[in-house]
DNA sequence: AGAATAATTGTGTGCCCACACACTTATGAG
DNA sequence: CTCATAAGTGTGTGGGCACACAATTATTCT
C-alpha cells in the first residue's frame, strides 16, 4: 500500500525472523531452507509485496550481457539501415549501466559473404544473444542452427523466415503493409486504373516477402468493389538511378496509363525523381523514412510511405533480449511494429519526435 | 575504445593519483580541490571515458522523487484517458528502482471544481514534478504559478497553454492534425462536397483547441485547388448519446448534402453509430483509439482516426522529469508527438505492439 | 618557531542485493 | 554415545558511488 516506501530485504528478513540469507536462497529457490520458514518468508514477501532491487541486484551479480547484431550496413548515414542501428545504439544506453553491451556486425546488403563471414565472428564472441536480419535465408537458417546448438537465443527483425526457431520475430507483416499500400494508394488515384507493382532488387534476397506484398497488394483490389485496377509488376535488378530511369522509360513508353505506383522498398525517391524529371502525374507509394523519400514526400513526388517502425525495431529487439536475460521472460513469436503511415502533413513529427 | 570494460571511479582514482573521494568532489564540483589536481582529474575523466554508474549512483543516493500527475479520470477502461495514464504507469515501472514515484490525481473531466481541489492536494504533497493536462485555462494558470512559486517544474500533456512558463508541452499540435483530418476527409468523399466539423464539448474546456482545429481544418481547404467544399460548424453541448442523436437529426434535416464528418474529440464513435442506425452513407474521421472508435473503425463506421499518441505523452512526460532530475537535462519547450493515421488495415498494430 | 587555522585529501560507511563461506543444529552410522 | 555428515541458517564481502568525517598538509598569525 505504502507506495512511497520501498521494502528491502532485510525488511522482509524481520518480518521472517530469518537472516537474509534465507530470504535470498526461497527468492532464488536455492534450496536448503526448512519448510515452515520457506512458507512464512514465502507469506512476508507477498504481505509486504517484496519485489528485489533491480538496481542493487544488478550491482550485486555485474552480470554482462553481450549482443551481437548481425545487420546490412548503412552505406551513408539517412540510409534505411541507420535507423534500426540507431534503435540498437539507444537500447545500448538505456541499459548499459545494467550490463548491456551490443555489438554490430554489419554486412554488406548483397553480399552473401560478407554475411557468412560477420557471422562467423559473432560465433567466435560467443554471445548470450543475437540479432539478426535474414535477408539471406539460406545463410540465416544456416546461422540460426549452430545458434541453436550452443544455445544462444535470437531475435530477427525486418523480415522474418516463417518456422523458424528464434525467440521472437520483430517486424512488420509484410503482406498487410502491401495492402494498405494498395488502399493509400487507391484513394489518391481516379476511377478506372492502370498500377504498377515495382521491385527492385540487388540479388537473391528476400523473394518471399516480395511475392507476400504482391498478395497483399492484389488482395485489396480483389475486394474492393467498383471498377476493376489493372496491375502491371516490372522488377529491376538494381537501384541504380541509370538502369532504373532506364528501365522506367522503357515500361512507360509502353504502357502509358499507369496512375500509380507502389515501389516495394525503400526506393521510391528514384521513382518520384523520374517522375518530376519527366513530368509525369503519377502517384507513388513506397516504403520507409529515408531522406531522400522524405524530400520527395515533401516536394509532392511521394504522396504515401509506410514506415515500419525500423527504430522500434532495433529497440525492442535489445529489450526482448534484455528481459529474457534478466526477468527469464519470453516474449510473443512474432511482434508486428506499427505501420506508420506517413504523409507530407505528418512526417515531421516522426522525425522529430524522440 | 574497450567497450566491455567499466571504467569506476576507482580507475580513475589510480589514473590521476588521488582517492575517489577528490574525484568525487569535482564530479560534483563541490570544491576544496587543488586547481592542479582538479584539471588532471579531468584530464583522466575524459582519457579515461568514465560515466558514473547511474546503479550504483542511485543506489547511494538513495533519491526518491515524487511526480504528481494532474490529469482526467478514466470513467471505465477503454476511456480516453486511461491510456496516458497507462503511459505514466508504465514510465514509472521503468523508473521505479530509480526512486521514482508518479502519484496520480484524477479530476473529474468537466469539473472545474475537482481540478481545483485535486491541484491544493498535489501542493500539499510537494512534489519534485508536477504533469499536467491543463484542459481548464485559468485554473492551470493559477496552479502553475503556484507551482512557480515553489520551483517546482511542470509539463504539460495532452493540450497547451501557450505562452506558459512549463518546462515542457508533449502533445500534439492540434492545428496540423485538423489540417490532417481534412485531408483524409477530402480523400474519401467524392468531387463536390458538403462537410461537418462537429464540436461536443460539455463546458468551457479548451476553446482555444477546438478554434485551432477548425482554422487547421479550413485552411486545407483553402489551400486545396479543384472544387470548392462546402464547410459546417456544429457544436453540441453534450456527449450524451440520446442528445447528440437528436442534434444531429435535427442537423441533417436542415443539411442533406453532407459527404463527410470530422469529429473534434474521441467520441466519432456517437456520430458513426448515428449514421449506422439511420444507414446514411457519410464519411467520418475523429480522434484517438477509444474502444468504441475501434470497433466503429472495423465496422467501416469510421474511415479515419488519428491517435496523438497518448500512451508516449505519459510515458515522455515522466522520462522528461526524471532527465531533468537526473541528468539535469531540460527538454524541448515543445515536443510534438507523432499523428498516426489509422485505418482498418492497422489499427491492430497500435492496439498490440508493447 | 609554535600554535591555530584553513585548505586539501583520504577513509569508511551505507545504499540493497547475491553469493561464498562459516557456523549451528539435526540426523544417521558405527 | 561419539563422530561424521547433512541440512539449515547467519555473516561478511563486494559491487560503484555519495557523503560525512577523519586525517593530512599548507598557510597565517603571534
Redesign the pocket.
Known amino acids: 500500500m505504502e507506495k512511497s516506501k520501498?521494502?528491502?530485504?532485510?525488511?522482509v528478513?524481520n518480518y521472517a525472523?530469518?537472516?537474509?540469507?534465507?530470504i535470498?536462497?526461497v527468492?532464488?529457490n536455492?534450496?536448503?531452507?526448512?519448510?515452515?520458514?520457506?512458507q512464512k518468508i514465502e507469506e512476508a514477501i507477498k504481505k509486504l509485496n517484496?519485489?528485489?532491487?533491480l538496481?542493487?541486484?544488478t550491482?550485486?551479480?555485474?552480470s554482462r550481457f553481450l549482443v551481437c547484431a548481425l545487420i546490412p550496413s548503412a552505406p551513408h548515414s539517412g540510409h534505411y539501415w541507420s535507423i534500426p542501428k540507431d534503435g540498437l545504439e539507444k537500447a545500448e544506453n538505456m541499459y548499459r549501466d545494467f550490463g548491456m553491451v551490443v555489438d554490430i556486425f554489419p554486412f554488406h546488403l548483397f553480399d552473401e559473404n560478407s554475411f557468412n563471414s560477420q557471422a562467423q565472428k559473432i560465433l567466435e564472441q560467443n554471445p548470450d544473444g543475437v540479432i539478426i536480419a535474414p535477408l539471406f535465408v539460406q545463410e540465416s537458417l544456416e546461422f540460426v542452427k549452430k545458434l541453436e546448438e550452443k544455445n544462444i537465443p535470437c531475435v530477427f527483425i525486418d523480415s522474418d523466415i516463417p518456422g523458424q526457431k528464434s525467440l521472437t520475430y520483430i517486424g512488420p507483416d509484410v503482406k498487410q503493409s502491401a495492402y494498405i499500400a494498395a488502399k493509400l494508394l487507391n484513394s489518391v488515384v481516379g476511377k478506372e486504373n492502370e498500377l504498377l507493382i515495382l521491385h527492385m532488387v540487388k540479388g537473391y534476397e528476400n523473394a518471399a516477402a516480395l511475392k507476400r506484398m504482391e498478395a497483399g497488394f492484389i488482395e485489396f483490389f480483389n475486394e474492393k468493389k467498383g471498377d476493376p485496377t489493372r496491375i502491371h509488376k516490372l522488377t529491376i535488378n538494381s537501384t541504380n538511378k541509370d538502369v532504373v530511369f532506364r528501365e522506367l522509360t522503357k515500361f512507360y513508353i509502353r504502357n502509358q496509363n499507369i496512375k500509380g505506383v507502389f515501389v516495394t522498398n525503400s526506393k521510391a525517391f528514384l521513382v518520384s525523381d523520374f517522375h518530376l524529371t519527366h513530368e509525369l502525374d503519377i502517384r507513388v507509394a513506397g516504403y520507409d523514412l529515408v531522406q531522400e523519400n522524405i524530400n520527395h514526400l515533401k516536394k509532392g513526388g511521394i504522396d504515401y510511405l509506410i514506415s515500419q517502425s525500423p527504430q522500434k525495431q532495433g529497440l525492442k529487439a535489445v529489450q526482448s533480449l534484455f528481459e529474457l536475460f534478466v526477468y527469464k521472460k519470453e516474449p510473443g513469436k512474432i511482434q508486428n511494429v506499427p505501420l506508420d503511415i506517413i504523409i507530407r502533413e505528418n512526417v515531421d513529427f516522426y522525425i522529430n519526435f524522440n
Open positions: 520501498k521494502v528491502t530485504i532485510q525488511d528478513a525472523n530469518v537472516s537474509v540469507g534465507t535470498d536462497r527468492i532464488h536455492r534450496g536448503k531452507v526448512s519448510p515452515e520458514k520457506k517484496f519485489n528485489p532491487n538496481i542493487a541486484r550491482l550485486a551479480l555485474g
